[in-house]
């Protein structure tokens, strides 16, 4: 199950650390150790899971509260896996203005070199998608037998489904194993 950090406060970034240096590392980090995932809606009123992510075990706690306060965003959590030896930390980023303020600009002032560069440029189209649909009149869904929630939310066309599994599907093909062809 996961559990919130009891801190959310977001200490200032050191400032005996240089940020142009600093920023190049992360994406170099980044390009190993994080994860831009869009998720379909199951239906035209639910909401779009749109996230990025870095995932380490818990020990590495203080790397990933140093990113959080370079970026002063994002929630970090804890997660203990059924079948993980070690619990595991997460620097998690899903509103949509910091992803839009925040954490594209970084990308493309410090581009991620590997292949992770196609999952960020996948992601981007689906986060600015995302960001339009949540300008739009939003729709009231009350409170239902069966439903745990009741509240508004943005309203999905057809059109803006069908553009995000799209999306999705790229990603899944581009995340797929391709084995490099090896010399003999």
Not at 66 to 77: D, E, L, P
Not at 109 to 126: C, E, M, S, T, V
Request: aromatic fraction near 12%.
């Amino acid at each position: 199950m996961a559990r919130r950090h009891p801190t959310q406060v977001i200490p200032p970034f050191p400032s005996n650390i240089d940020r142009t240096a600093f920023g190049h590392w992360l994406s170099g980090f980044v390009d190993g150790e994080g994860c831009f995932n869009l998720c379909l809606p199951k239906t035209i009123r639910s909401r779009l899971a749109i996230v990025f992510s870095i995932r380490l075990r818990a020990d590495e706690l203080p790397i990933l509260r140093q990113i959080q306060s370079f970026w002063h965003c994002g929630t970090i959590r804890f997660d203990n896996y059924k079948n993980s030896i070690n619990p595991i930390c997460c620097l998690q980023i899903n509103k949509v203005d910091d992803l839009v303020n925040i954490i594209i600009p970084h990308f493309e002032n410090y581009p991620l070199r590997a292949k992770k560069q196609h999952d960020f440029n996948i992601w981007r189209k689906g986060v600015a998608i995302f960001h339009e649909i949540i300008k739009r009149p939003r729709t009231y869904r009350p409170r239902k037998l069966g439903y745990i929630f009741s509240g508004t939310y943005p309203k999905w066309t057809n059109s803006d489904l069908h553009n995000i599994k799209l999306l999705c599907d790229e990603l899944k093909t581009q995340r797929l194993f391709v084995s490099p062809i090896l010399d003999k």
